[in-house]
Nanobody, 125 residues
């Protein structure tokens, strides 16, 4: 499977960005998807995840109310809409997907996971 993230960039605090992750190499709609991020000198941090159907999502407490995850199975793409960005959101954002297909439509990431290369998001104060 290949995961290609895009949409990162430099934005001022309070601004918005939408990240996209295009997946290829297998049937996209069979797998849960998600986003993690890693800031310089920090551990990788879970951000958001979505079930294969798109009907179940989960967000980290630090981004609830500001970020939204969604997917378009017809386009083999998962999105992360980021609003009200803060300097502490600065990180490389990685798209992830389960290595195994989801057994139910509502299942979230189970691991192990494949990781994409990531896209840089920088939020200036």
């Amino acid at each position: 499977v290949q995961l290609q993230a895009s949409g990162g960039g430099l934005v001022q605090a309070g601004g918005s960005l939408r990240l996209s992750c295009a997946a290829s190499g297998r049937t996209f709609s069979n797998y849960a998807m998600g986003w993690f991020r890693q800031a310089p000198g920090k551990e990788r941090e879970f951000v958001a995840q979505i079930s294969r159907s798109g009907g179940t999502t989960a967000l980290a407490d630090s981004v609830k109310g500001r970020f939204t995850i969604s997917r378009d199975n017809a386009k083999n793409t998962v999105y992360l809409q980021m609003n009200s960005l803060k300097p502490e959101d600065t990180a490389v954002y990685h798209c992830v997907t389960d290595a195994r297909p989801s057994s139910t439509a509502t299942m979230l990431l189970q691991g192990p996971m494949y990781w994409g290369q990531g896209t840089q998001v920088t939020v200036s104060s």
